[in-house]
């Protein structure tokens, strides 16, 4: 933590004095200055963390200079100091901007107290901005990858729709498209990005938990409610409330939820008082929920109410020019997290990735390149680097007589090495095959010679080993 400092601007010697030295010996950087004009010139040159400003001066008026002041260095608190106790004169400096306020004569011990708990309040504020803009960076648009026409598309959408005044927004899309991180880019680039973001999973509390959790309850609304709490509406004031898996909603949650929507109130479970917020309900699903309202899981009236601004996320495989710009930002990611000097991937490897199906869309790449950097010694990612699955694909094809399957390997628009695929198929196959040769050139449709070959060819093949049948 830095060195906070100090400005006593104070025109009584023995009390500036008294006030440095006392600073200084609590590790403070304290400054004095004797008048208004004198205070403002040491500010400007350096301002302070916080202002000791006597309310009588000799030229000016204390709160004529605090106004000054809180105008030019708006970060820089004010404790004023006058031997005039006069509350109308306090009231005025806390309406214009004055943090606290003391009475002359006071003591050291007491002015110190006042002083650090100002202090403390400038560090918290300080750290606070700090995570935000932190936050605000991490979630910038350019987070969201975006080459493919349809993301481009959907950055834009969202651009719109953070700093519009849409108070519901529906994002859908199946599981791992990054509903998460699209509903974080709209709270942090929104004009509520100071204000809180609550984020709450439909499917992770039971019921009545999760009506607590939202609404909050009052004191002896149910056993174990020993006090009031207040629940996530209240807390978000200002800010966003992400309700994941929204489509898990219980019913009887979605009438007080769709209440919500429409009236922009609420009350606490065993309350009696309806409660006003303002807050944006960023709602997600990876279901589709007009086949839950045809189905009667879901209330068609809330359905409409959140389906005012839709925003679909794509899945990976129909956005695959996106694919080497997530590649590349997954392996800086984890090159910098792990301490790994991995500089990119081989075309080989990046084209199965591309010809890659993706199930679970990002999600499912942002954990498979995190494996296979865990794994990394350095250099590239090859595709010895990559796990079976993407090598032999789901999409199995079956032979003519219905009963052998063989592995496939897509070509990408890059092609690939043969010699790389070849032999890491030869040596699937026989892991497959469990060191069956015969089964193992079944499953890649070539002969046991060829296979043999092969083996030879790559050195895969054991002294020990018999070709057995069987």
Same mark, same amino acid.
């Given at each position: 933590?830095?060195?906070?400092?100090?400005?006593?601007?104070?025109?009584?010697?023995?009390?500036?004095?008294? *006030?440095?030295?006392?600073?200084?010996?609590?590790?403070?950087?304290? @400054?004095?200055?004797?008048?208004?004009?004198?205070?403002?010139?040491?500010?400007?040159?350096?301002?302070?963390?916080?202002?000791?400003?006597?309310?009588?001066?000799?030229?000016? +008026?204390?709160?004529?200079?605090? @106004?000054?002041?809180?105008?030019?260095?708006?970060?820089?608190?004010?404790?004023?100091?006058?031997?005039?106790?006069?509350?109308?004169?306090?009231?005025?400096?806390?309406?214009?901007?004055?943090?606290?306020?003391?009475?002359?004569?006071?003591?050291?011990?007491?002015?110190?107290?006042?002083?650090?708990?100002?202090? @403390?309040?400038?560090?918290?504020?300080?750290?606070?901005?700090?995570?935000?803009?932190?936050?605000?960076?991490?979630?910038? !648009?350019?987070?969201?990858?975006?080459?493919?026409?349809? %993301?481009?598309?959907?950055?834009?959408?969202?651009?719109?729709?953070?700093?519009?005044?849409?108070?519901?927004?529906?994002?859908?899309?199946?599981?791992?498209?990054?509903? +998460?991180?699209?509903?974080?880019?709209?709270?942090?680039?929104?004009?509520?990005?100071?204000?809180?973001?609550?984020?709450?999973?439909?499917?992770?509390?039971?019921?009545?938990?999760?009506?607590?959790?939202?609404?909050?309850?009052?004191?002896?609304?149910?056993? +174990?409610?020993?006090?009031?709490?207040?629940?996530?509406?209240?807390?978000?004031?200002?800010?966003?409330?992400?309700?994941?898996?929204?489509?898990?909603?219980?019913?009887?949650?979605?009438?007080?939820? *769709?209440? !919500?929507?429409?009236?922009?109130?609420?009350?606490?479970?065993?309350?009696?008082?309806?409660?006003?917020?303002?807050?944006?309900?960023?709602?997600?699903?990876?279901?589709?929920?007009?086949?839950?309202?045809?189905?009667?899981?879901?209330?068609?009236?809330?359905?409409?109410?959140?389906?005012?601004?839709?925003?679909?996320?794509?899945?990976?495989?129909?956005?695959?020019?996106?694919?080497?710009?997530?590649?590349?930002?997954?392996?800086?990611?984890?090159?910098?997290?792990?301490?790994?000097?991995?500089?990119?991937?081989?075309?080989?490897?990046?084209?199965? %990735?591309?010809?890659?199906?993706?199930?679970?869309?990002?999600?499912?790449?942002?954990?498979?390149?995190?494996?296979?950097?865990?794994?990394?010694?350095?250099?590239?990612?090859?595709?010895?680097?990559?796990?079976?699955? *993407?090598?032999?694909?789901?999409?199995?094809?079956?032979?003519?007589?219905?009963?052998?399957?063989?592995?496939?390997?897509?070509?990408?628009?890059?092609?690939?090495?043969?010699?790389?695929?070849?032999?890491?198929?030869?040596?699937?196959?026989?892991?497959?095959?469990?060191?069956?040769?015969?089964?193992?050139?079944?499953?890649?449709?070539?002969?046991?010679?060829? *296979?043999?070959?092969?083996?030879?060819?790559?050195?895969?093949?054991?002294?020990?080993?018999?070709?057995?049948?069987?």
């Amino acid at each position: 933590m830095a060195q906070p400092s100090v400005l006593i601007i104070e025109d009584e010697e023995v009390v500036r004095t008294a *006030l440095a030295k006392r600073l200084r010996m609590t590790d403070c950087l304290a @400054e004095a200055a004797a008048t208004g004009e004198e205070g403002m010139k040491r500010l400007g040159e350096r301002p302070a963390d916080l202002v000791l400003l006597d309310y009588r001066l000799p030229d000016t +008026d204390g709160l004529e200079l605090l @106004e000054r002041i809180r105008r030019r260095w708006p970060d820089t608190l004010v404790i004023m100091m006058t031997a005039y106790t006069n509350v109308d004169v306090a009231i005025q400096a806390m309406r214009l901007g004055a943090h606290d306020y003391v009475s002359k004569p006071f003591s050291l011990d007491e002015m110190m107290v006042v002083v650090d708990k100002a202090l @403390e309040t400038k560090h918290l504020r300080t750290e606070v901005r700090r995570l935000q803009t932190t936050r605000m960076q991490e979630f910038a !648009f350019d987070q969201i990858v975006a080459r493919s026409p349809k %993301m481009v598309e959907i950055v834009d959408l969202l651009k719109n729709l953070a700093v519009s005044e849409a108070r519901t927004i529906l994002l859908q899309g199946e599981s791992g498209t990054g509903k +998460d991180l699209a509903a974080k880019v709209l709270h942090y680039n929104s004009p509520r990005a100071e204000h809180p973001f609550m984020n709450i999973t439909c499917t992770a509390l039971p019921e009545t938990l999760l009506e607590s959790e939202l609404f909050g309850h009052e004191k002896g609304a149910f056993t +174990d409610a020993r006090e009031r709490k207040q629940g996530l509406f209240e807390l978000a004031e200002g800010g966003t409330i992400f309700l994941d898996e929204i489509g898990d909603m219980p019913r009887s949650l979605q009438a007080k939820l *769709l209440r !919500f929507l429409e009236e922009k109130a609420f009350r606490r479970v065993g309350g009696t008082r309806d409660l006003v917020v303002d807050v944006r309900i960023v709602a997600a699903t990876n279901k589709d929920l007009r086949r839950l309202v045809s189905d009667g899981e879901f209330r068609e009236d809330l359905f409409y109410r959140l389906n005012i601004f839709p925003v679909t996320l794509p899945p990976l495989r129909e956005r695959a020019d996106d694919i080497p710009l997530l590649v590349e930002r997954f392996i800086g990611r984890y090159s910098e997290e792990f301490h790994k000097e991995v500089t990119g991937i081989d075309p080989a490897a990046l084209a199965v %990735m591309q010809a890659y199906d993706w199930p679970g869309n990002v999600r499912e790449m942002r954990n498979l390149i995190e494996r296979a950097m865990l794994l990394s010694t350095g250099g590239r990612l090859t595709l010895d680097s990559l796990p079976m699955e *993407l090598m032999i694909p789901a999409v199995v094809a079956t032979d003519e007589e219905g009963g052998e399957t063989q592995p496939l390997v897509l070509l990408g628009p890059q092609g690939v090495d043969l010699r790389q695929v070849e032999r890491l198929l030869v040596e699937q196959a026989m892991e497959l095959a469990v060191g069956n040769q015969s089964r193992a050139a079944q499953l890649l449709r070539i002969s046991r010679d060829q *296979l043999r070959y092969r083996l030879q060819k790559y050195g895969l093949l054991k002294a020990n080993d018999t070709g057995h049948t069987s």
